[in-house]
Nanobody, 119 residues
Framework: QVQLVESGGGLVQPGGSLRLSCVASGSIFKINAMNWYRQAPGKERELVARVTSDGTTDYVDSVKGRFTISADYAMYTAALKMANLKPEDTAVYYC?????????????WGKGTLVTVSR
């Protein structure tokens, strides 16, 4: 079993920056990938960024050049650094991991942290 806790959400003005953090804990044997998703009001949940254990990253087009994902696999943590935030970035952001726990590979979700971009 793996638990994820996100933090760092809040209210920020357009053009501002914010850093989200995710910490995984539990019976973790290995984490294969760490991801950030978001769900805006009235929208489907979408994958924002991901980083695999070898450092490979990927981003949704709308955040390229503005968001940076990083992870410390030894510490079971991931971060999403967000810059030049726009109102359309407003969403609940969820940490997601692909992890091996008790011999099984499973997907785990955090509860989410709210990011509001507004004046």
């Amino acid at each position: 079993q793996v638990q994820l806790v996100e933090s760092g959400g809040g209210l920020v003005q357009p053009g501002g920056s914010l850093r989200l953090s995710c910490v995984a804990s539990g019976s973790i044997f290995k984490i294969n990938a760490m991801n950030w998703y978001r769900q805006a009001p009235g929208k489907e949940r979408e994958l924002v960024a991901r980083v695999t254990s070898d450092g490979t990253t990927d981003y949704v087009d709308s955040v390229k050049g503005r968001f940076t994902i990083s992870a410390d696999y030894a510490m079971y943590t991931a971060a999403l650094k967000m810059a030049n935030l726009k109102p359309e970035d407003t969403a609940v952001y969820y940490c997601n991991v692909d992890a091996v726990s008790n011999g099984m590979t499973m997907i785990y979700w955090g509860k989410g942290t709210l990011v509001t971009v507004s004046r």
